[in-house]
T-cell receptor
């Protein structure tokens, strides 16, 4: 158990819908990262927050947004869902803003868009 | 961006055999991690190893940062070692991990 929790574990929805994925980092960790794992793109970085502020953006679509709340949990919002958004979404946390640190991954949320 | 190449892409072993997985990266890094993704999709952190050598039970890893590669050794493999092994790196100026495509390992009884 990494100490990072994600809910829900599975999510099935229809095209055009909007969903919210939730992540709670390890106790004491200020950084939260979101990653997407799909069959065609592999594992890729979406976005990072540190202590409530956005720090880095990767290949995140404009239809996707995220935020980190004062209690440090984070939410990833996916809207106008398409079939291609079906993927495993991971949240990771670390105790640093950048650089030399270990990122610990949660169990993931498996999103299926029908 | 930084490129991460893993080899071999697929590996089939009999229980008890040893193996070496390789990760090459194209630029200087400040973070290198090895992960095992089990058949249920969970990513398990094996090593944080931007340089040097570490050992944890039957697993060990070595990163030669100056030559831009890392090796993961699995000894006396067990069926529970099956899954996909990922190498991931972060550039010196970077925040996020860049993942390789993984090595898919199947250990047969």
């Amino acid at each position: 158990d990494s100490g990072v929790t994600q809910t829900p574990k599975h999510l099935i929805t229809a095209t055009g819908q909007r969903v919210t994925l939730r992540c709670s980092p390890r106790s004491g960790d200020l950084s939260v990262y979101w990653y997407q794992q799909s069959l065609d793109q592999g594992l890729q970085f979406l976005i990072q927050y540190y202590n409530g502020e956005e720090r880095a953006k990767g290949n995140i679509l404009e239809r996707f947004s995220a935020q980190q709340f004062p209690d440090l949990h984070s939410e990833l919002n996916l809207s106008s869902l398409e079939l291609g958004d079906s993927a495993l979404y991971f949240c990771a946390s670390s105790d640093r803003d950048r650089g030399v640190h270990t990122q610990y991954f949660g169990p993931g949320t498996r999103l299926t868009v029908l | 961006g930084i490129q991460v190449e893993q080899s071999p892409p697929d590996l089939i072993l009999q229980e008890g055999a040893n193996s070496t997985l390789r990760c090459n990266f194209s630029d200087s890094v400040n973070n290198l991690q090895w992960f095992h993704q089990n058949p249920w999709g969970q990513l398990i952190n094996l090593f944080y190893i931007p340089s040097g050598t570490k050992q944890n039970g039957r697993l060990s890893a070595t990163t030669v940062a100056t030559e831009r590669y890392s090796l993961l050794y699995i000894s006396s493999s067990q069926t529970t070692d099956s899954g996909v092994y990922f190498c991931a790196v972060a550039e010196n100026s970077g925040y996020a991990l860049n993942f390789g495509k993984g090595t898919s390992l199947l250990v047969t009884p």
